[in-house]
């Protein structure tokens, strides 16, 4: 496709079960990135892959949360045994290498967790 | 650890007037400043970044300026309307190994006709 595709578009799942998203970047785009928002809260970073570089883990909020990406295809964010305070919606974007690249963002997975 | 602060949060103009944003940004090597508009429901999308490189930059309405001294920049938005109502976030890319792009906490623009 030409743009970001993440799926599903919305999941509610009950607390304690494991969550899957996926990511499908734009073709051709190396670096990946996965946020957290929150109802009316900001974009806080989760996760970031660049080609085959290691991934930058600094914003995953707890070992509950992990996340996998194929070379530079797509990317999975897991949530193992979810709580109440995961529900949010999570974005992920991607942009080609380089200083000045456009991150170009999906239209998120929304999460409730009942 | 890198940061970006944002101010305000919360942003109400008369409908003809200007908005300006401003952030601050830790990382005195960051070289890439974007700015995203957010409409409700919607996914951020670009509206205009900027460069280390370059000091200000326009387009038609939007216009960024960067004060890389002083570690930081602001969205300014002219002969503001209606449809700029939105939330807006501006974001920094560091230069480390990591290279993540940080966003700020946003700014919820409301324009008034």
């Known amino acids: 496709g030409a743009g970001v595709s993440q799926s599903p578009s919305n999941k509610v799942t009950e607390k304690g079960k494991d969550v899957e998203l996926r990511c499908d970047p734009i073709?051709?785009?190396?670096?990946l990135y996965w946020y957290r928002q929150r109802l009316g809260q900001g974009l806080e970073f989760l996760i970031y892959f660049q080609g085959n570089s290691a991934p930058d883990k600094s914003g995953l909020p707890s070992d509950r949360f992990s996340a996998e990406r194929t070379g530079e295809s797509v990317s999975t964010l897991t949530i193992q045994r979810t709580q109440q305070e995961d529900s949010a919606v999570y974005l992920c974007a991607s942009s080609l290498r380089g200083v000045g690249t456009e991150a170009f963002f999906g239209q998120g997975t929304r999460l409730t967790v009942v | 650890g890198e940061n970006v602060e944002q101010h305000p949060s919360t942003l109400s103009v008369q409908e003809g007037d200007s908005a300006v944003i401003k952030c601050t940004y830790s990382d005195s090597a960051s070289n890439y400043f974007p700015w995203y508009k957010q409409e409700l429901g919607k996914r951020p999308q670009l509206i205009i970044d900027?460069?280390?490189?370059?000091g200000e930059k326009k387009d038609q309405r939007i216009a960024v300026t960067l004060n890389k001294t002083a570690k930081h920049f602001s969205l300014h938005i002219t002969e503001t309307q209606p449809e700029d109502s939105a939330v807006y976030f501006c974001a920094a890319r560091f230069s480390g190994s990591a290279r993540q792009l940080t966003f700020g906490s946003g700014t919820q623009l409301t324009v008034l006709p």
């Open positions: 900027i460069r280390s490189n370059v």
């Open positions: 073709s051709g785009h190396t670096a």
